[in-house]
């Protein structure tokens, strides 16, 4: 009911009002999580395979949401999963002194109606947002979880000032999809909570710090994150500047390094831990920047110039492997050759031509220099997982006209991978700049870098020699990885012509390994067969795998299997979020590299054939009810590209997740199946299991 009430004043006059009215279902309002027994406004939303996403709502929205009331949302997802929420609509109470920002002031008094997002249901949980009455956010506020729970507690106080509360969008999306939102910082946590934020490192904000070390004062020394080898406190910021005499330069050599569990590469972007090299005075200043994370070794910098910058930033969240980092920085005049570094015990095979003879004295020509590489090729048999670091002599100084070549060997049933982390090479002189396009070849004049894999043709017994791979400039940002074909064997060959003492020269990393360098956290290895991969739906009810070497070009005539294994009633979705391979026009074995997607019980019967690139816009997928489906890769010896990424699932069941650990290799525990065989063959591994599973 609309009344209007008007008064008596014969003198003014107003023109009223005119509305539209309309009738909403009620059961557009209902959340699509499940009511906590024994509580008032309490949901949990799981993730499942008929379930990725829904709505949410504070109670009674649209209407106002009654004082004093305290609910409490978890939303739970399935390994190798995130959740994205998307809050729309923030209404808490009056907010005639809210902000135009999308945060929430500090000095709000936490009894304030506030919605508050954890990233777990612990008592030490990061808080990773917070909205309250002083808060005007955007008209949409996301939120991504770092892990597999969110919790989201709205509290309101028992004064009459309410609002319609929120409504929002829940999704369960794969973990890869979206980056996590950072937690807040202690003060700000601290503030929105009013009593406190605990953590397990009890400590204060950190300040910006800065530490100077100059050429002037000593020559060597030693830098450290704050605390090491204790964990560093979370939030911190830290600045290590390097000065150098003007015919001097910089380098820094990590004996340790551990900033998180993370391993791979990060950008800088990533607003996780992460130490920042700037070559030169700072991030204003700076031709060459780069960024390092995780735990992993960390190959030594050298600057360009006689200045160097290190930022050290941490996040406030607290995990595993946080121990931080230890360096030792050294100042070298630019005329001077740099000691070896010291070799990890065992140590690797010798990967630097060695030199016969001690060095004679710069002469003042390049013409006059003699070659400083062994007349014979330096060999470097290994087997996975063993792996090394090659560079020239001098390498970031300059080098020395010659001729160095690596000989790299593997095992029988072993891929060599070769990344070239730094190639920076004189130009050919009718250009006069950079190498590009025809200027870098096999044949030109300039000096350059070849990489040769070695094939061997049906038919012949001795090996083959594949066209070489020329590269004059790799950055660091940029690397280049190559993989050795089935012969096992790379040969890595570095060409210079004169000396040059303003180029770095070639810096490369190698690894024999035995997966094929086909990524897949699930991924169960036949090796007896091969480049073959099974994924089981009992480990995992969804994750990915690539091609061999992705994202860079994949070895040339071979063959990989994948293998997907799925439980009764369930269908086997795949869809491939990236997809490279060499085309033609009806994807016919010989004439081009394809996917070819059949069922294990059927070989003969083709469901599907990829190959070339999706159209834009579309993507290649597989859908498909069966016990077992089979995707078999094959590249020809004509061409390679960067080849596929893909996502799989497993479908159809309403007891999602992971149900077995990998502990077992993949096999059903024991305990579940005693009679069951873990020797048994894919195929009758899959169908002993289902047996067990209708007993």
């Known amino acids: ?71 409490t949302f978890v939303f739970r997802a399935l390994p190798g999963e995130r959740i994205r929420l998307d809050l729309q609509g923030l209404s808490l109470g009056s907010d005639t002194d809210a902000d135009n920002g999308t945060g929430c002031r500090l000095a ?35 939120v991504v979880s770092p892990a597999g729970l969110l919790k989201l507690r709205f509290r309101a106080n028992s004064d009459e000032h309410t609002g319609s509360g929120f409504a929002g969008r829940f999704a369960f999306v794969a973990r890869h999809m979206l980056q ?20 397990k490192r009890p400590r204060q904000y950190s300040e910006r710090q800065l530490q100077f070390f100059s050429s002037s004062g000593k020559k060597e020394g030693a830098v450290t994150s704050p605390d090491f080898p204790s964990a560093y406190p979370p939030l911190t910021r830290v600045i290590y500047r390097f000065f150098a005499e003007p015919d001097e330069t910089v380098c820094i050599s990590f004996s340790s ?10 950008g ?38 006689r200045y160097l910058t290190l930022e050290f930033r941490s996040d406030g969240v607290v995990g595993p492997g946080e121990l931080g980092f230890a360096a030792t920085y050294r100042f070298f005049r630019r005329s001077a050759v740099p000691p070896e570094p010291p070799r990890p015990s065992p140590a690797p095979p010798v990967s630097e031509p060695p030199a016969a003879r001690p060095r004679p004295p710069q002469p003042s020509t390049a013409e006059a220099s003699s070659p400083d590489c062994p007349a014979e090729p330096v060999v470097i048999r290994g087997s996975a997982p063993m792996s090394g670091v090659a560079r020239t002599r001098d ?57 040769t894999k070695f094939l061997k043709e049906p038919g012949r017994e001795r090996q083959e020699a594949a066209p070489p791979l020329v590269f004059c400039q790799v950055s660091r940002d940029h690397p280049v990885r190559v993989m050795s074909s089935s012969l096992g064997r790379l040969l890595v060959t570095f060409n210079a012509t004169a000396d040059s003492r303003t180029r770095g020269g070639l810096e490369f990393s190698y690894s024999f390994v035995r997966d094929f360098g086909v990524s897949g956290e699930f991924k169960v290895q036949n090796r007896s067969v091969g480049c073959y991969f099974e994924f089981r739906s009992w480990q995992s009810s969804t994750g990915s795998f690539t091609s061999p070497n992705y994202p860079h070009a994949y070895p040339e005539s ?15 979705r795949i869809e491939f979020t990236n997809y490279d391979t060499e085309s033609s026009r009806l994807c016919l074995p010989g004439d081009s590299d394809y996917v070819l997607v059949e069922e294990c019980h059927r070989p003969n019967y083709r469901l599907q054939t990829f190959c070339g690139k999706p159209e834009p816009g579309t993507a290649y997928s597989v859908t498909r009810r069966t016990s077992c489906l089979r995707l078999s890769f094959v590249s020809n010896s004509q061409y390679s ?42 195929p009758l591994l899959l169908m002993a299991w289902q047996l067990c599973q209708t007993r």
Not at 33 to 46: K, M, R
């Open 1 to 71: 009911m609309l009344e209007l009430h008007t008064e008596y004043q014969p003198v003014r006059r107003y023109s009223g009002f005119r509305g539209s009215f309309h009738f909403i279902p009620v059961d557009q309002y209902k959340s699509d999580g499940q009511p906590v027994p024994n509580s008032d406004c309490d949901q949990q939303f799981l993730s499942s395979q008929q379930t990725k996403s829904g709505r949410f709502f504070s109670p009674r929205h649209p209407q106002n949401y009654p004082p004093g009331i305290a609910c």
């Open 108 to 142: 709000d008094p936490p009894s304030q109606d506030r919605v508050l997002i954890f990233d777990s249901d612990k008592e030490d949980a990061n808080l990773l947002a917070s909205f309250s009455t002083r808060c005007a956010p955007a008209s949409r506020q996301q």
């Open 180 to 199: 996590p939102t950072q937690p807040m910082d202690r003060v700000a946590a601290g503030a929105a909570l009013g009593e406190g934020y605990p953590t």
């Open 257 to 266: 390094f551990s900033l998180g569990t993370g391993t791979g590469t990060c």
């Open 268 to 305: 800088l972007d990533f607003a996780g831990d992460r130490l920042l090299i700037f070559d030169g005075y700072g991030a204003d200043f700076s031709n060459r920047v780069s960024a390092r994370c995780g735990s992993r070794s960390v190959d030594d910098f050298w600057s360009e110039g």
């Open 395 to 451: 390498f970031p100084l300059g080098y020395r006209r010659g001729v160095c070549t690596w000989d790299l060997r593997a095992a029988g049933g072993e891929r060599i991978v070769v990344e070239l982390r730094h190639v920076d090479l004189e130009p050919a002189p009718a250009t006069g700049g950079a190498l590009s396009g025809s200027g870098c070849s096999a044949r030109s004049s300039a000096d350059r870098v070849l990489v």
């Open 558 to 572: 071979l063959a990989c299997h994948y293998v997907f294994l799925a439980r009764p009633e369930e269908r086997i």
């Open 641 to 682: 590209a960067a080849g596929f990424h893909a996502n799989y699932f497993f479908e159809g069941r309403t007891s999602p997740g992971v149900l077995f650990s990998g502990l077992n290799n993949g096999a059903p525990p024991a305990a579940e199946c005693p009679w069951l065989s873990r020797q048994l063959a894919a």
